[in-house]
């Protein structure tokens, strides 16, 4: 009743990082129903209630005992109700998922809150597990059925004859490799790390005072988790399109054009410095067979490119630099050796270490709800157990989601790190940037009349 974890999917233990889904809700919401619809993805899905266990010298994924399972956990709340979630853990050697709903003393306006450990999970399985439980709660409160078929992917494995099925390790199923090309790649990668070391920004929080009981001791450290969050509507997305595909680049390469520009000038001098981005590459549509979005498990890889920037560096310069690199690195296959060396990040940090980090989930659909319930602002954003202040720079973490065709930009940060305002600032001027793409677009034609 176990599975082990595959190195790469390893290397998430130690980080206890999470994807938290959200919405917020307008209209009366069938708690039963819901409680039901999560208690059917629970059963379809062996890792959403598992646990991590150690396994000899790793770990593994084992399934939890029936009182232990994760239920639908309802209450009451106010305003800090979103915040509460996104700081409150997946327990250690718990449920690697919680769901939680959050309703107004007045019960039309709610908040529904799903927690992912990115053990069991990428953005895409978090996003389509999400809309594959409302997917069950609509059809139990239509009277169609308590096991709809999710749109667009294909049924997941489930356990509800015998043992569980668990899902495959993506790094099982890689195309073949000669270790020696692997090994070259490697030792490529962490020579390009040598020569070209990228600068983090700054935390503008002071660092925090050690707690002083002797060598080794952890600093005090009091944060919490905030997320600043940019939006654009949908003309300005529509904008934003428009001037890629004129440009030949994609979206994401303006957003993390946007990005750098934003983040070089947060650090001093007028001259170019080596800044890197890093961008997660999903790798789902590119197994062959592809892989459902609803398969729970990490299929996602990364690639850092470094570049020099100036003050004066033109952003769309910045954008078709960032896509040719993230273009012929997949053309390359670097993708798939990007994550046979992943077991080497712990050993060579520096293969991962980025200036700024670009999600993108590219354009998603939200969840379908029955009639007389209406979604809104759906969102995802990660968080992780541990920040560390003491380090005085890290990466800014900006997670690029279009919901239902507008662009949402969400910056999660750690408030003994960046301050909020800080970060309010830094996403103004990330905004700033977009609004400048956008608004170079070409206008849309009149409509024939």
């Known amino acids: 009743m176990q599975r082990a974890l595959c190195p790469v999917e390893t290397l998430y233990v130690g980080q206890r990082s999470r994807a938290v889904l959200s919405c917020t809700l307008h209209g009366q919401v069938d708690t039963g129903a819901l409680s039901a619809a999560f208690d059917a993805v629970t059963r379809t899905h062996p890792t959403l209630r598992a646990r991590i266990a150690p396994d000899g010298e790793g770990f593994a994924l084992r399934l939890l005992p029936e009182d232990e399972r994760p239920r639908l956990i309802t209450r009451t709340g106010g305003e800090d109700a979103y915040a509460t979630e996104l700081n409150t853990a997946l327990p250690v050697g718990g449920p690697l998922s919680r769901a939680v709903l959050v309703s107004a003393p007045g019960g039309d306006r709610h908040l529904f809150v799903l927690v992912i450990d990115h053990t069991i999970t990428d953005g895409h399985s978090s996003i389509a597990v999400h809309n594959a439980l409302w997917d069950h709660y609509r059809a139990l409160v239509e009277g169609g059925g308590d096991e709809p078929a999710a749109a667009g992917s294909a049924a997941a ?52 005072a050690a707690a002083g009981v002797g060598p080794g001791a952890e600093p005090a450290v009091d944060g ?16 934003l399109r428009r001037t890629a595909r ?57 690639h850092l490119q470094t570049l020099g920037v100036a003050l004066d560096t033109e952003p769309m310069e910045l954008a078709r630099t960032v896509h040719t690199r993230l273009r012929d690195f997949i053309a390359r296959g670097d993708h798939c050796h990007e994550m046979r060396i992943a077991p080497e990040i712990p050993r060579n940090p520096a293969l991962q270490l980025a200036t700024v980090i670009a999600t993108n989930m590219g354009v998603v659909p939200g969840p379908r709800l029955p009639a007389g319930l209406r979604a809104a602002e759906v969102r995802l954003v990660p968080a992780r157990e541990q920040y560390f ?59 024939a009349r």
Do not use: K, N
């Open 157 to 208: 494995p489930g356990d509800a004859e015998g043992s569980p099925d668990w899902p495959q390790p993506v790094s099982r199923s890689l195309p073949d490799a000669d270790p020696a090309a692997t090994a070259a790649y490697l030792e490529r990668r962490i020579e390009e790390t040598r020569r070209h070391p990228v600068e983090l920004v700054p935390y503008d929080v002071p660092r925090p």
């Open 224 to 239: 919490r988790i905030e997320v600043c969050r940019l939006t654009l509507d949908e003309e300005r997305t529509s904008g």
């Open 246 to 302: 004129r440009a030949g680049v994609s979206v994401h390469s303006l957003v993390a054009a946007a990005l750098l520009s934003t983040a070089r000038r947060r650090l001093e001098g007028d001259g170019p410095r080596t800044l890197g981005c890093l961008s997660p590459v999903d790798l789902r549509s590119r197994l062959s067979p592809a892989l459902p979005a609803l398969v729970m498990v990490p299929a996602v890889t990364t």
């Open 389 to 447: 202040p003491q380090a005085g720079r890290s990466p800014v973490m900006a997670c690029v989601v279009s919901f239902e065709g507008r662009l949402a930009i969400e910056f999660p940060h750690f408030t003994a790190c960046f301050s909020p305002s800080f970060m309010q600032a830094f996403r103004d001027d990330v905004h700033a940037g977009l609004l400048a793409f956008a608004d170079a677009a070409e206008p849309l034609p009149a409509p």
